[in-house]
């Protein structure tokens, strides 16, 4: 069983930085992909970010790039999402996720292509 705990969520103000930080048990983390989505009240889940097992390749979703950067440290099974020039839009709960073995490339943008999911951290950015 893999346990996927987020921290570092927070209210702040429009334009400010925030790091999440997801700590993952259980499983070899440095096998399998991990992702980072989002979900606002009303809202479908959407994905944010995604990182290969080596940090050779990031993805992200449109509305963050530039100002989202994904990274992991497998030493320390941990994953990151430093979220710079935050936007009101911004504001929701973010889920970190690891996905099912073998899974890379534009496939980690899917939800379903994902099997542990943290219980989230909530992110809100006031204007």
């Known amino acids: 069983q893999v346990q996927l705990v987020e921290s570092g969520g927070g209210l702040v103000q429009a334009g400010g930085s925030l790091r999440l930080s997801c700590a993952a048990s259980?499983?070899?983390?440095?096998?399998?992909?991990m992702g980072w989505f989002r979900q606002a009240p009303g809202k479908e889940r959407e994905f944010v970010a995604a990182?290969?097992?080596?940090?050779?390749?990031?993805y992200y979703g449109d509305s963050v790039k530039g100002r989202f950067t994904i990274s992991r440290d497998n030493a320390k099974n941990t994953v990151y999402l430093q979220m710079n020039d935050l936007k009101p839009e911004d504001t929701a709960v973010y889920y970190c996720a690891q996905a099912l073995f073998g899974v890379a490339g534009t496939r980690l943008s899917d939800p379903s292509e994902y099997r542990y999911w943290g219980q989230g951290t909530q992110v809100t950015v006031s204007s």
């Open positions: 990182i290969s097992r080596s940090s050779g390749s990031t």
């Open positions: 259980g499983r070899a983390f440095s096998s399998y992909s």
